[in-house]
């Protein structure tokens, strides 16, 4: 089965998680992707959940293996 692919893209703060829960949420073929980063989890968030938290060795490595469609560093 092939599907869509939709971005959610915005500055932080504006509220991508609260529209991505809701879609989620009202629309049960609709899945997340959880994506990766080197900053420090902030309170209430879990990792693999939210974000995966990665170091930055393990980033980098992730990089140097082409394990990511897209990066920002």
Same mark, same amino acid.
């Given at each position: 089965?092939?599907? &869509? *692919?939709?971005?959610?893209?915005?500055?932080?703060?504006?509220?991508?998680?609260? &529209? =991505?829960?809701? $879609?989620?949420?009202?629309?049960?073929? *609709? =899945?997340?992707?959880?994506?990766? !980063?080197?900053?420090?989890?902030? %309170?209430?968030?879990? /990792?693999? *959940? /939210?974000?995966?938290? $990665? !170091?930055?060795?393990?980033? &980098?490595?992730?990089?140097?293996?082409?394990?990511? $469609?897209?990066? =920002? %560093?």
């Amino acid at each position: 089965k092939r599907g &869509l *692919v939709f971005i959610i893209s915005a500055p932080a703060g504006t509220g991508k998680t609260t &529209l =991505v829960q809701m $879609l989620t949420k009202e629309f049960p073929c *609709v =899945v997340a992707s959880v994506s990766c !980063t080197t900053r420090q989890p902030r %309170q209430r968030e879990t /990792d693999q *959940v /939210d974000y995966h938290f $990665l !170091t930055k060795e393990q980033f &980098l490595q992730k990089i140097a293996e082409g394990e990511f $469609l897209e990066y =920002v %560093q």
